[in-house]
């Protein structure tokens, strides 16, 4: 089964509505510079009350790690994720404090040598998204497909995030000739940075649904 994560939540009735649809990981982004930023104060005001049936991911770029530390621990966050330029002995640090917390190292990937150093990373998860030299993530920009299909990933596929650009129109065509372990969603099921669609995050858990019928029909 393909998780589905939705990144960036900024408001409350989207957040219920997301659960309500069985989302596997709900985001929420802690860099001031993204158009979905809300302060861990302001996601735990988003959270209390609710029933939280999706685990919950902190997306942290080139933070301290005190404050990563802070809103994990007041968060009770299921994952840490790093978007940023950190190096591996930060992700060992994390790791180290938090060894029951799942760690995703984001890989913005451009040229084919930015995977060359992955396996220093002890993450537990990788993200692989699509590259920008002003922004360190929800670019909506897709990954190079090529790139992809010409790159032997040595790496479990089980271990892999997918990131870049996806939405609903295009998620069965990714999905059919890949197999990550989970997707990762922002603006493609959004009307606005941070203002999610419920009918665009239906139509997105519909057509990966839909890849998995299919296969299981072909089995």
């Keep these: 089964m ?3 994560k ?3 939540f900024t408001r409350r009735q989207d957040l219920k509505e997301a659960l309500a649809l069985g989302i ?6 802690f860099w001031p510079s ?9 996601a735990k005001t988003l ?6 049936t999706a685990r919950t991911v902190g997306v942290f770029v080139d933070a301290d790690l005190s404050l990563i530390k802070d809103a994990a621990v007041n968060l009770r ?3 840490i994720q790093l978007h940023g330029k950190e190096g591996p002995e930060t992700v060992a640090k994390l790791k180290e ?3 029951q917390t799942m760690i995703i190292k984001a890989i913005r990937v451009g040229q084919p040598h930015d995977l060359e150093n992955i396996y220093r990373y002890p993450a537990d998860f990788f993200l692989l998204d699509s590259f920008s030299p002003v922004m360190a993530g929800g670019t909506g920009r897709m990954l190079d497909l090529e790139f992809l299909r010409k790159t032997v990933l040595a790496w479990d596929w089980e271990r892999i995030f997918l990131a870049g650009g996806i939405k609903p129109g295009n998620v069965f065509r990714l999905l059919s000739e890949f197999k990550p372990y989970a997707i990762d969603v922002a603006s493609g099921v959004e009307t606005s940075p941070g203002v999610k669609s419920k009918r665009l995050m239906a139509r997105l858990i ?6 998995e019928s299919n296969e299981s029909k072909d089995g």
């Design 2 to 4: 393909i998780r589905i």
């Design 6 to 8: 939705i990144c960036g």
């Design 24 to 29: 596997d990981f709900v985001g929420f982004n």
């Design 34 to 42: 993204s158009p979905r930023y809300l302060s861990p104060g302001q």
């Design 47 to 52: 959270i209390t009350g609710l029933r939280l």
């Design 77 to 79: 966050l299921d994952g």
């Design 97 to 99: 404090m938090f060894p």
């Design 206 to 211: 519909d057509e990966v649904r839909r890849v």
